[in-house]
């Protein structure tokens, strides 16, 4: 939030030897200093610096969309169905289990610095498994061991991006950085399936993971490039050991009056939001009629959206009264969910999907920005360790539970059941006054 300006206190010294009215033409007039002028910030989109990194979070991106692909189709080739699916779940346990570690890695080493090691760790690692698929056929422990040793990495990787915005950029940018991040999200998934398969095509799954090192080694002189910022001399913490850092920075979380509403609100979005756009789409679209090519146009139209929200904030920078509109949009994404199950025509489904993204995109990106904007930057690594834990550890784990919901109840009353958990965050939000008041710094 912009900071009000402070009189400078009275300096103290000895009093004058007689009283002067101000008044009195005879009084001494002191020249006044003009104000400094104030250096606008420069907007995130024409800042090199920002280009930069949003360039090289890009390249990452669909390095790793062309490195899923590469691995799940190599997992399908080189064993069971069964098998397969153990082998793309491996990478989610490092994931989970070092995620908070990853976030007071982040902090005490800086981000950049661990982005930086991460994408070489990723880029070394899916081309020497690119190399060992052209020699031999080591079979699936091969594939396990890449995606256990990617996972870990990923638990450090994803804590260090989110903190990486607040020290490239004023924090007045922070909203039209987070809509950048998603367009490049965006892009990623557009472009690196199509790539991925183009790889696969032509040289099966080891000319895929090839792909993917190449992008991934095209971000790290991206990266290097990067200058960050300096942490604030009042800001910087002392290293007390990685479990009082870690419990440093959680106690920083749940006493703020605007993260942990934040945190709530994400947690319950997602719990509310993963399950019918992961699970519950492909059923609709079985009842439906509408096969796999109407359920293809319904994620292009929630893609869409949500690709219009993220340049949305690019271009705009700022929306005001943000934690208010994070709540309604919230809402409004909610009913949009609910209503998705009660949609039978195609058209009509795409159109509400591309609600659901421009709602769920914006409330997404707002809640970003305020926590960067609200967290202490050296605790950012930490609080963000703690939401992508929520949001890639946990929620993800209701598929089942929300599958065999759909089995038991049918898919209306099940949406109806998800809508309502995403309402429950609008609502909570709402009944937060801190995170009701909260604001972007103009």
């Known amino acids: 939030m912009t900071t009000p300006a402070v009189e400078p206190p009275d300096l103290p010294g000895p009093a004058p030897a007689h009283p002067v009215n101000p008044a009195s033409p005879a009084a001494p007039t002191a020249p006044v200093a003009p104000a400094p002028p104030t250096t606008p910030e420069r907007p995130a989109h024409r800042d090199g610096n920002v280009l930069r990194w949003v360039g090289a979070y890009t390249a990452s991106m669909i390095g790793d969309n062309v490195y899923y692909l590469a691995l799940s189709w190599a997992a399908v080739r080189s064993g069971s169905p069964g098998q397969a699916g153990l082998v793309l779940a491996v990478s989610a346990l490092p994931r989970a289990v070092l995620m908070l570690g990853g976030g007071v890695i982040a902090d005490r080493f ?3 610095r661990v982005v930086i090691a991460s994408d070489a760790a990723r880029c070394a690692a899916v081309l020497a498994a690119a190399g060992l698929l052209l020699a ?15 996972g870990t990495v990923d638990a450090v990787f ?27 999200v965006r892009v990623a998934n557009v472009c690196g399936a199509p790539l991925g398969g183009l790889g696969v095509a032509l040289g099966g799954a080891a000319t895929a993971f090839g792909i ?24 910087r913490k002392r290293s007390a050991g990685a479990a009082r850092e870690l419990a440093d920075g959680l106690r920083h979380l749940t006493g703020h009056p605007v993260l942990l509403p934040l945190l709530v609100v994400g947690a319950l979005c997602d719990l509310g939001f993963i399950g019918p756009l992961n699970v519950g789409l492909a059923l609709l679209s079985d009842q439906r009629g509408w096969g796999a090519s109407g359920m293809g146009w319904v994620l292009a139209g929630f893609g869409a959206g949500a690709g219009a929200a993220s340049l949305l904030l690019t271009v705009r920078g700022r929306l005001p009264r943000a934690g208010l509109v994070m709540c309604l949009f919230t809402l409004a994404a909610a009913a949009a969910i609910g209503a998705l199950a009660l949609l039978a025509p195609l058209a009509a489904a795409v159109a509400d999907a591309v609600a659901i993204g421009l709602l769920a995109g914006l409330a997404g990106a707002l809640t970003g920005a305020l926590t960067q904007t609200h967290c202490d930057p050296a605790y950012t690594g930490r ?10 550890g946990v929620a993800p784990l209701t598929f089942p539970l929300f599958g065999a919901a759909v089995a038991a109840w049918g898919t209306g009353p099940v949406f109806a059941a998800s809508a309502a958990v995403c309402a429950l965050a609008g609502v909570y939000g709402l009944s937060s006054g801190p995170l009701r008041r909260a604001e972007l710094p103009a």
């Open 110 to 112: 800086g981000p950049r």
């Open 136 to 150: 031999v056929h080591p079979g699936l422990w091969l594939l396990a061991l890449l995606a256990l040793l990617f």
């Open 212 to 235: 993917a090192g190449l992008l991934f080694a095209a971000s790290v002189p991206l990266l290097v490039s990067v200058r960050i910022r300096d942490l604030p001399a009042s800001t």
């Open 383 to 392: 609080v963000t360790s703690a939401s992508s834990l929520l949001s890639l």
């Open 158 to 184: 994803m804590p260090a991006v989110g903190a990486l915005p607040v020290r490239i950029t004023g924090r007045g940018q922070l909203a039209r950085v987070q809509g950048m991040r998603g367009t490049a």
